[in-house]
C-alpha cells in the first residue's frame, strides 16, 4: 500500500509539468477544429467490488474525429465528495501508463490522495483507457 501512495504522490505531483498547453493562436485556427462529440450521460451505481465507491460505463466515440462512427464503452469509477451539499466539482485522476487502471488506482489509493478538506468538496473520479480492464 505505501508503494501505492508514493506511487500516486508522485504522479499527482508531476501532473503540472506534463500537462500540455494550447496556445490562442493553435486554439483559434479553423484547421484545428474537429466535429464535437455528444457528452455521455452518466448513471452512477455502487460499485459490486468497492462499496464506498460508484461505478458506470460511457459510452464514446472511438474516434473523435468522427464523432457519430464507431463508439466503445469506458469504465468509470468515483469516490463521492464526503460532503455533497458543500461540492464544487471532481477531480479526474489518470495513474499513467501504459496499461494502468485509472479505476483500479482511484479505488485502491483515491482515499489516501487528499486531505480531508479536499474530499470533502470533490468527487475523486477514474477511468480506464480503452482497452485497459473494464
Do not use: H
Not at 508522485?10 to 496556445?23: D, E, K, M, R
Not at 474537429?34 to 448513471?43: F, Q, S
Not at 474516434?63 to 464503452?73: A, H, K, V
Amino acid at each position: 500500500m505505501k508503494r501505492y501512495v508514493a506511487l500516486a504522490v508522485a504522479l499527482c505531483l508531476s501532473v503540472g509539468v506534463l500537462t500540455p498547453t494550447v496556445s490562442a493562436e493553435s486554439a483559434s485556427d479553423p484547421g484545428l477544429e474537429t466535429a464535437r462529440a455528444r457528452v455521455p450521460r452518466l448513471d452512477w451505481r455502487q460499485c459490486k467490488s468497492a462499496k464506498r465507491f460508484e461505478c458506470t460505463k460511457a459510452r464514446v466515440p472511438l474516434d473523435y474525429d468522427d464523432p457519430d462512427g464507431p463508439t466503445i464503452r469506458l469504465a468509470l469509477t468515483r469516490l463521492p465528495a464526503s460532503k455533497p451539499a458543500r461540492r464544487v466539482g471532481s477531480i479526474f485522476l489518470n495513474p499513467g501508463g501504459p496499461g494502468g487502471s485509472g479505476v483500479g488506482f482511484v479505488q485502491a489509493v483515491g482515499r489516501f490522495l487528499y486531505s480531508d478538506t479536499v474530499r470533502a468538496r470533490y468527487d475523486l473520479v477514474g477511468f480506464d483507457p480503452r482497452g485497459i480492464a473494464g
